[in-house]
C-alpha cells in the first residue's frame, strides 16, 4: 500500500444524517473530527449527492474516498433504497458523487461497509469461517464475511420471516412502530436470528445498529445457538469500513 492510500476518507449515508471522517487504515482510527449535515428531506437522488460533496468538502482532501449507502450498490449504481426514496433505484453514485469527488471513490452497501470495519478493525477480526454481521435500526441491514472476506450485498434483512418482511418484524424501528416491550422486540429479534442461522450456520453474530447503544435492555434475552458479540464501530463503522473499502480499490486498482 502506498503512502497516500494509508488514509482515507470515509462517508455514510443514513436516513437522518451523513457523516464522514478522516480514516487511519493501519489502526482504523478516526484522525479528523466527525462532519455530518442532515440527510434532506425528501431524500432525492441530487440532493442527497450535493450533501455528501459538501460533506467531502470539509475535508478538503484528495485521497481515495468511500461512500456508505442504505441499500444494494453493484459497481456504483443503487439498486434498492428500502429506507431512503424510491427515486434512488437506478441513480448512479459514481456519477452523482464520484464525478464530483477530487480523489477515487468507491461505493457500497452501509452494512458490508460495518461488517468490514469489524473484520479488519473489530469484534470480527481474526475470525476464521463465516461471520454475519447484523445491524438493527431503521432497517436490518447484514454483511456477510467468509474469512475475512466480504460477500457483497448479502440483504438478509429483506428474508421473509412469518410472511412478513424481515426488517418490518425485528428492525429497532418495528419495536418503536409497536409499541414493544424490550422482551417483546428481543423474542422477534431473536426468531430472526435463529432463522438466520439455520440458512448461513455463521460462526459468529456481529450486532450493530442503533439499538446496540443499550445492550443492557434486550441482549440477555437472545439465545441462539451462535455466540453472539457487538460490534465495536458503532458509530463508526459505515465511515471505517466505507474508507478501508476505498483504499482496497486504489490498491487493486
Ligand atoms: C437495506 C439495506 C441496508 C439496511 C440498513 C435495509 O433496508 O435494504 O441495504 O443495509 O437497510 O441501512
Not at 436470528?193 to 440477555?220: A, S
Amino acid at each position: 500500500m502506498n503512502e497516500t492510500a494509508n488514509i482515507a476518507l470515509g462517508i455514510d449515508i443514513g436516513g437522518t444524517g451523513i457523516k464522514g471522517a478522516l480514516v487511519d487504515l493501519k489502526t482504523g482510527a478516526l484522525v479528523s473530527d466527525r462532519f455530518r449535515l442532515d440527510t434532506p428531506r425528501p431524500a432525492l437522488p441530487a440532493a442527497v449527492a450535493d450533501t455528501v460533496v459538501a460533506v467531502a468538502a470539509h475535508f478538503d482532501f484528495a485521497g481515495p474516498v468511500g461512500v456508505a449507502f442504505p441499500g444494494v450498490v453493484l459497481d456504483g449504481v443503487v439498486h434498492t433504497a428500502a429506507n431512503l426514496h424510491p427515486d434512488w433505484i437506478g441513480a448512479s453514485l459514481a456519477e452523482l458523487v464520484g464525478s464530483r469527488l477530487s480523489g477515487p471513490s468507491v461505493f457500497l452497501n452501509d452494512a458490508d461497509a460495518a461488517g468490514l470495519a469489524e473484520a479488519r478493525f473489530g469484534a470480527a477480526k481474526g475470525v476464521s469461517g463465516v461471520v454475519l454481521l447484523v445491524t438493527l435500526g431503521t432497517g436490518i441491514g447484514t454483511a456477510m464475511i467468509s474469512d475475512g472476506q466480504l460477500v457483497p450485498n448479502s440483504e438478509f434483512g429483506h428474508l421473509e420471516l412469518d410472511g412478513l418482511d424481515a426488517e418490518t418484524y425485528a428492525a429497532a424501528s418495528a419495536r418503536k412502530r409497536n409499541n414493544h416491550t424490550w422482551e417483546e422486540w428481543a423474542g422477534h429479534a431473536e426468531h430472526y436470528l435463529k432463522y438466520l442461522e439455520r440458512l448461513v450456520w455463521p460462526k459468529l453474530f456481529v450486532l450493530g445498529g442503533g439499538i446496540t447503544k443499550n445492550p443492557e435492555l434486550w441482549l440477555h434475552y437472545l439465545k441462539p445457538r451462535t455466540p453472539i458479540v457487538l460490534a465495536t464501530n458503532i458509530n463508526n463503522a459505515g465511515i471505517i469500513g466505507a474508507a478501508a473499502a476505498a483504499a482496497q480499490t486504489q490498491q487493486a486498482g
